[in-house]
């Protein structure tokens, strides 16, 4: 199952264990994860994609040697809260995604899909700002990191 609300998650969480979250685009994938204690978000690495069956099984070595419990998925959705072309096709790798652990027997892992705009826009600024300009600058991992953070934060203010 696939959730979306963040007052689904906080039912069906654990308050412990690490989360990793995506930024999943055309030619690459962000990947960030948090601590155990859900209160830090780093970025991880890039994935250069390659093919969907490629990618998952990269995903899968991720989650194995972090003891993840969810993973949360950045979802692209314009400024006024429509979904767009980039939703659909994160949608369908999601979907392809939860087939591809079925088909593996892995039941137990979380995925949310998860409003991720502007991140992509956040990380590229803080980049440019921190970054030395001759330095190429790929920001997939950080934007993967934002999502995760205001993720936590989000879950976080939804106990208040």
């Given at each position: ?25 055309t ?66 790798f ?15 892992l ?18 440019n ?12 991992d ?19």
């Amino acid at each position: 199952m696939i959730y979306r609300e963040i007052s689904d998650c906080k039912k069906i969480l654990p308050t412990k264990g690490r989360i990793l979250a995506l930024d999943v685009g055309t030619k690459k994938i962000g990947v960030a994860i948090c601590d155990d204690t859900q209160t830090i978000a780093t970025p991880k690495l890039i994935i250069k994609r390659q093919s969907n069956l490629k990618d998952f099984a990269t995903l899968l070595s991720i989650i194995q040697e972090n003891p993840v419990i969810a993973i949360i998925f950045g979802f692209p959705i314009k400024m006024d809260g429509s979904e767009n072309l980039m939703s659909d096709f994160v949608m369908n790798f999601v979907k392809n995604f939860e087939k591809f652990l079925e088909n593996l027997s892995i039941k137990n892992l979380i995925l949310i899909v998860f409003d991720e705009r502007l991140s992509s826009f956040s990380a590229r600024d803080f980049m440019n700002k921190t970054i030395k300009k001759s330095v190429k600058k790929d920001y997939d991992d950080v934007s993967a990191s934002l999502i995760l953070e205001h993720f936590l934060n989000d879950l976080r203010q939804s106990e208040n």
